[in-house]
């Protein structure tokens, strides 16, 4: 294993002195693994907190600020924050008008997220509502699954629905726009090489040289297939034709995201863009927005996702709203 | 070889349809393989242009847009751009003020940036000035290079004398001020891993699991010596202690980089980050802002890179002055 670390049991905790020293903007709370915009946002409005299991960087803690999310919190890698995390952060960011979750569908997190809900109504009456989102088209259960993955549309969630709750929006309206946009989104994912879990030492799984896993999950789980390796062309096909069938996104305009899993570099992530954007276009496909990057990873896995959202001027106008994370910066 | 790609020998061409397809606000000239700013900067001002090898990206296309680059030149990976592209891209950029060339220390880099600007001068009367970049302490010269490698301050300078020509300074102090940030930065790189140009089909360069190469060049190029695998707090040392022996960064406020080199993921990115900043504080070093991520890489190799720079007030400024560009994006 060559990773740029220190003890394989302190990774998190060691990159969490990182991100608070990069980042004055933000606070961490080592002791809870939370991170804060070092700013609350005004008193009113509703807040957001995701979390999940480390290892995606970006997501979770990469987005939080002004525009997105108001605290993460951090599991150990590929691990689901506990309870009581989310209880510390559901009542620190709660400004009196509620907080939402925004939860990917993994057993552990969604049962955590639930008792953390719950313990905060109960200590302080705190009002939580939850979305969980589940957009991965590649398996209907999985490792750590009931149902589909969460996945890419975590991430454009996020942002529009952070924009919403920006705007004042009650804690009703913002959990309903943030269902909707988990209905609107599909996503799917591959991988030409496995991740490393640093306390395991070695790749998650084997995979030959000459075959790559389509419809893999974000921690290495299995997904449809494996089969041989192809021109980008064929993967971009791959890719798009079990989201496409999936939901219908012909009917106006979409956001799209090309997601690098952490080991592939930016130029294939846009020789694949390309790709895609072509399948898009001859299926009919106008795509309004475009993110090409690294958003959702699995650690240093070579591989990517493409998640297609049908949006409308309301989502689009909260996408271009201004957002100032570490992961997704811009202004209006 | 495993990577998203269909012909290794049409990467960079099949990446610039999809850079178009993903960047609205660029214009991306196939034929000369340029990328522009779809709207071109006011009349008047002093305009920008680097460029050099593919393999790096986000640096150089991905720094095109407000505040930062007004073109940049993409030669196929690892290989200079030619002079006729870089004659085109200065006739095509200069609003009547003239046009800098942002060179990296590559012999062929230096000898087709000086040709270029030699045509254009010749052609068109444009008036050029060049900055070269050498900013990497580990080796004095190299494969490609007579004399110190240009890296990671390339990034920081394009970012500030973009802000500057953005201002509307002339073009002799727009080129002096160019000059000034070079020689107040240094920077220092480390592989885990090598890169695998798509065309060889083959890592550039064999480092047994147990090693990891200290100082070595953004294409694979030796560094100072192999040396056994060691914690992120030992390599930050070894990268920082000949950057700190070169220049004095006591004197001010500094800022400071930590890359990856497109392999590694952002978990690791911080907390090697978090390991540099507790150096740069134990030798006295005040960091005023700071970049952690893929900003100059080296197609899929694993490892980091530092960048140190000595900063003031007009420079503090000048950085965080907005920029609106695919790899770097912020607002005042």
């Not at 690294?294 to 996408?319: F, K």
Request: hydrophobic letters at 45%.
């Amino acid at each position: 294993m060559k990773k740029l670390i220190n003890d394989p049991e302190n990774v998190l905790a060691e990159a969490l002195v990182g991100i608070e020293a990069a980042h004055p903007e933000l606070r961490v709370d080592h002791a809870n693994r939370l991170i804060y915009r070092a700013t609350p946002k005004a008193m009113g409005k509703v807040a957001l907190i995701s979390g999940g299991g480390s290892g995606h960087e970006p997501l979770h803690g990469g987005f939080v600020g002004l525009g997105m999310l108001d605290a993460a919190a951090a599991g150990e890698i590929f691990t689901s924050p506990t309870p009581d995390q989310l209880l510390e952060a559901t009542k620190a960011v709660d400004q009196g008008a509620g907080v939402l979750h925004i939860v990917k569908n993994y057993t552990g997190d969604v049962m955590n997220f639930e008792m953390g809900a719950e313990l905060a109504a109960a200590e302080s009456g705190v009002l939580v509502e939850s979305v969980v989102t589940n957009d991965d088209v590649a398996v209907e259960d999985s490792t750590w699954t009931a149902g589909r993955r969460g996945v890419g549309v975590t991430v454009l969630l996020e942002k529009i629905v952070g924009a919403a709750a920006e705007e004042g929006r009650d804690l009703a309206s913002v959990a309903a726009l943030a269902r909707r946009i988990n209905e609107s989104g599909r996503s799917m994912g591959m991988a030409l090489t496995s991740g490393t879990v640093p306390s395991a030492g070695k790749p998650t799984f084997d995979l030959p040289d000459d075959q790559m896993e389509m419809g893999v999950g974000i921690h290495g789980e299995p997904g449809r297939h494996r089969v041989p390796l192809a021109p980008a062309s064929e993967i971009a096909e791959q890719l798009l034709e079990p989201v496409l069938a999936d939901l219908d996104f012909t009917t106006g305009p979409t956001i799209v995201m090309l997601n690098g899993l952490g080991g592939t570099p930016l130029i294939e992530l846009y020789l694949m863009y390309g790709e895609v954007a072509k399948l898009l276009e001859k299926a009919g496909v106008r795509v309004a927005r475009t993110l090409v990057g690294n958003y959702i990873t699995s650690l240093d896995m070579a591989g990517c996702s493409v998640t297609v959202l049908n949006a409308d001027d309301e989502l689009l106008a909260l996408w271009d709203a201004p957002v100032n994370t570490p992961g997704l910066r811009w202004r209006a």
